[in-house]
């Protein structure tokens, strides 16, 4: 009797230290910014955006309240040249036409950042349907999803399948392992 209890204890802890071990390898390889949204400090990460019909880009641009701003100019650029220009309207909005797929710079104010624009049809799932520019120091809230370690690791789809194969595997050893034994009586 005394085996089987440890028997349960070393299975729990298995279980556990693999959970554990799994979340922290997977949550290194989590992207370090939200995707959709670049900012000015933030310029090494390229986001995916899907041009519609025509070449045309949509984007909204934001000030450092979260607001959109009205009559600002914008600037894309490929390898430190122009290519096009545009003007936010009354509603932050901005729109580009005739644009070819690649990778470009957007600026509009304070806010900037790389966005690798598809043409339609060629986009890949994660691609954004339009660009959001906005100042690297603004904080988007209700941007980050799930907060907290414990909550992160309990997110991630690989901890939630460990958790449940153990939940399922270790009552099916310990089952497994009490029918091998003999009976206690005869």
């Given at each position: 009797m005394k085996r089987i209890g440890s028997f349960k204890a070393?299975?729990?802890?298995?279980?556990?230290?693999?959970?554990?071990m799994c979340a922290s390898w997977l949550s290194a390889a989590e992207p370090a910014t939200t995707p959709g949204l670049v900012g000015k400090s933030d310029t090494t990460a390229v986001v995916d955006v899907a041009l519609r019909k025509g070449g045309v880009l949509i984007g909204l641009v934001l000030d450092e309240?979260?607001?959109?701003?009205?009559?600002?100019p914008v600037s894309l650029s490929q390898q430190g040249r122009e290519t096009a220009r545009a003007a936010?309207?009354?509603s932050g909005y901005f729109q580009v036409d005739n644009l070819r797929g690649g990778t470009y710079r957007i600026a509009a104010g304070p806010g900037h950042g790389l966005y690798r624009l598809w043409i339609p049809g060629?986009?890949?799932p994660i691609a954004e349907s339009g660009a959001l520019v906005y100042p690297a120091d603004v904080v988007m809230r209700g941007q980050e999803g799930v907060q907290g370690p414990i909550a992160r690791y309990m997110s991630?789809?690989?901890v939630v399948a460990g958790v449940v194969s153990a939940a399922v595997a270790i009552p099916v050893a310990i089952h497994n392992y009490r029918i091998?034994?003999?009976p206690a009586s005869p």
């Open positions: 070393v299975m729990a802890a298995a279980a556990f230290s693999g959970t554990l309240q979260g607001m959109p701003v009205k009559g600002t936010t309207n009354d060629t986009a890949p991630n789809p690989w091998d034994k003999d």
